[in-house]
């Protein structure tokens, strides 16, 4: 029995990690709000049937701070917009530096950054990055 409650313990304390592996939850937001996105996170927008989802980066050539370039760049993320049970992937581009870019999608106007901005020196990795937006509903 002493074997048997030590390969339980075993079992358990390697499977207890895997248990934070699981997909980012769904955020729920209101309009008109701010909030952030990580790769792969989902927010449903509160009392709207829409649901945007932050699929990834798809390029990044902002110039970096601390350094001289002849073109200040672009950075590039694929959104996926789910509303009326249709879904419809739309990549945002955001040229840099600069404030919060904008894009109408589908009835909404999404204003948008992708952080962080890029230094001299330091590599970024798909899961550093993050979606900061706000979602607005367009005038009819």
Known sequence: MR????WLSI??????????????????VSLDTEFTL?????????GEDLSIEFVEVVSDSRCPKGATCIWAGEASCLIKLTAS?????????????????TAAVAGYEITFDILPYPELG???????????????KTPA
């Not at 074997?3 to 030590?6: G, I, T, V, Y």
């Not at 049970?85 to 990549?91: E, Q």
């Open 38 to 46: 990580a790769v792969g996170q989902t927010a449903t927008v509160a």
């Open 85 to 101: 049970d249709s879904t419809l992937s739309k990549v945002l581009t955001q040229p840099g530096p600069s404030s919060p870019s």
């Open 3 to 6: 074997k048997f409650a030590m």
């Open 122 to 136: 330091k590599q970024l990795d798909a899961k550093d990055y993050r979606l900061q937006m706000v979602v607005t």
């Open 11 to 28: 079992a358990v304390s390697l499977l207890v990690p895997l248990a934070g592996c699981s997909e980012p939850a769904a955020d729920v």
